[in-house]
Each structure stands twice: as C-alpha cells, then as structure tokens.
C-alpha cells in the first residue's frame, strides 16, 4: 500500500469515528434519562430480566403530574405490579389510581374485546383507547394501554376512576382524562422499552426476590392438592403463580404471591400471625371461609426501598417502610369437599415454599 493509499484510509477511519460519536452524542440529547430510573442503556433493548425490573419506573411523577394534577403516591403493590394515586389539585375526594404491571406471559387474546387500537413501531407493539371492567366496587370501568413485544413481555397500563370520600353523594372528577393518563405511562413504556431507558433491581439474598418460590412447590403436591379432573391452566410469572382447573362450575385455585406491603408502625410488621410453619411466624385466615384460605409471613423490611416510590409521611408515622409478604392461597368450593380442605391444602403447601424464604 503506497503512503497516499494509507492515507486515504486514515483519513476515513477518522471521519467514520467522529460519524459515529456525533450520532451517540445526538441520540444521548434526544433521549434524557427519566427522572427515578436508570441512565439510559442504550445497548439492551426489551426489558430483559422480567423478574428484576421496576414496575414503578414507568409512573414517576414527571410522566403523571400536569397542569393541576398532583401525584398522591406512588408505590409497589408486588415485585411485578405498581400503582399510584393522582388527583386534581384540591379535590380529595375522588382520583385516578393507576395501576401498572410488567409480565413475560402477555396473552393480547385477553383483550381482544377492549376495543384497543393497535399500531407498531419497529419491534415494539401498541394498543392504546381501550377499555375494561372493573373488578373493585366503588371505581369506573378502566381505561387501558398495552405496550408489548413478540417475545411476550409487556408492560400493561390500567387507569380507574375511584371515589376517595366516604360521601355517597360525590361523583366522578372533571379535568382528568383516564385514557390520557394511561397513554402517557403507555407512551413511556414503549420509549423505555426502545431505548433501555428503565431500571433494573439488584435484589439483595435476604429478599424473596432473589429466589423462585414456585419451583419450591413439589408436582406431588400440587397434584394431590389440585386432584380434580379437568382442564388445567397455570399463569406463570416469576414469584406470582396461579395454577387453575376448571371443571365445569368447579375451579380450585392455588396461588402464590410475594406482595408489598407499607410499615407505618417502625419496628411492627404489618401482619399478626396466628400460628407458625416451618418455623415462621404466620397468618392463616379464610377471606371466604371455607371456600378460600391463605397462609401469609412477613420476610424483608425495606427502608429504603431500592427501587422508585413516594410514599408520604404523616404525623403520627413518618418514614413508611415496605414489607416483603409471601402469600400462599387455596380456593376450593365447599360443595365439592369438605370445609377444611383448602386451609389443609395451603398449610401443605406454605410448608414447601416456606422452606425456600430466605
């Protein structure tokens, strides 16, 4: 290669680098990292590790306020769930509460029927303007946002209208607009998930989250639990199981949670356990007796939490702490067996799981 073929290469190369640092330095302009989350990174696109992301990263308060609206709270319900309160200014009878999960098991086939519309940008789908039931007395329908890829992980976005007054006579709050509120978080999902925009937890080894508690529970037992013919179906995310058979008006049910809850009382967990498994402090109680019974211990107290929240203080409990909970529940209709069935079911199975609490 003669000196004037060298450098012309040179001189190629070095026009190539400074191509390529003026395109990161306009892509890091253009895409500013979100307040509560992450620096961008810019090399991992999707939402990765479903089981470490934070699901309250998507409802910081930058992307709920707005000209007269306020954000109440914000904080995590479950390792996969988050929800927040927002509402207008002055008005503390009623709210918008949010409600917003991750999941690597997204089936679109469940909201067929919401009347979304549906629109792609590159490898990352949209469904916006739609709309579900609501399951909670005392809220509206909700309005609904999808946000999700191929590879089955999405991020859903759920906004209600809720009555915060015991005042039977108040009605729905002017000035908020549901499907507005769950298109920003939605809007901010798919930015998130495009770009790598979010955070990632580093769960520490005394947290549930660092384990798999629904690999602790054996096929034996879940088949002597769950003897009934029929079809099967189990809704699989990390720490967050459900296993179903139905069988005509029969469904027995056999769930596991980890759930969060807040510790206004410093040094007192949220629960009052009644018995002991395993050799942790439990609660045993039938939210439907004799068709329902769930056994729950308190694990790890988080204060701080690692992740996004706003959780106010209030004069009489300030400094709120999160509350690791598992849950093990077991439904099973009494005409089917006898009443104690289902709490004999899940105390055999919190035996299992509890054994892998860290």
């Not at 329908?141 to 759920?158: H, W, Y």
Request: hydrophobic share 40%; with cysteine; charged share 20%.
């Amino acid at each position: 290669m003669t000196d004037k073929s060298r450098l012309v290469v040179l001189v190629l190369a070095i026009v190539l680098d400074i191509v390529l640092v003026s395109a990161v330095l306009l892509y890091q302009a253009m895409t500013p990292p979100i307040s509560g989350r992450a620096m961008p990174d810019t090399s991992q696109v999707g939402l990765g590790v479903i089981a470490t992301i934070d699901p309250c990263g998507f409802v910081t308060a930058d992307v709920l306020a707005g000209p007269g609206v306020d954000v109440r709270w914000v904080r995590p319900f479950t390792l996969r769930n988050c929800q927040a309160m927002v509402g207008k200014t002055g008005d503390r009878d009623h709210g918008v509460l949010v409600d917003v999960s991750v999941t690597d098991e997204f089936d679109l086939n469940q909201y067929r029927s919401a009347g979304l519309t549906f629109r792609d940008s590159g490898n990352v789908h949209r469904g916006t303007g739609g709309k579900v039931p609501s399951l909670t007395p005392g809220s509206s329908d909700a309005s609904i946002d999808l946000v999700f890829q191929d590879n089955r992980n999405a991020v859903i976005s759920k906004t209600y209208w809720v009555r915060t007054s015991f005042d039977p006579c108040v009605g729905q709050g002017d000035g908020i607009d549901l499907r507005e509120v769950a298109a920003r978080v939605g809007d901010n999902a798919a930015h998130a998930i495009a770009t790598g925009t979010f955070r990632h937890l580093n769960y520490p080894t005394d947290s549930v989250a660092s384990v798999d508690l629904c690999n602790s529970v054996t096929t034996a037992t879940l088949e002597t639990v769950l003897d009934v013919p029929g079809t099967r179906s189990v809704q699989s995310d990390r720490n967050n199981y459900r296993w179903t058979i139905s069988s005509g008006q029969i469904h027995p049910t056999v769930g596991i949670t980890v759930r969060l809850d807040v510790q206004r009382d410093q040094g007192k967990y949220p629960l009052e356990p009644n018995a002991v498994v395993y050799g942790r402090p439990t609660l045993v109680y039938s939210p439907d007796p004799g068709k329902v019974c769930v056994y729950a211990t308190n694990v790890k107290i988080w204060n701080p939490w690692l992740g996004y929240r706003i959780i106010p203080d209030s004069p009489d409990h300030p400094d709120p702490s999160l509350v690791e909970i598992v849950e093990v529940s077991v439904g099973w209709p009494t005409d089917t067996a006898e009443a104690s069935q289902a709490c004999d079911s899940a105390a055999r199975i919190a035996w299992e799981v509890w054994q892998s609490i860290p």
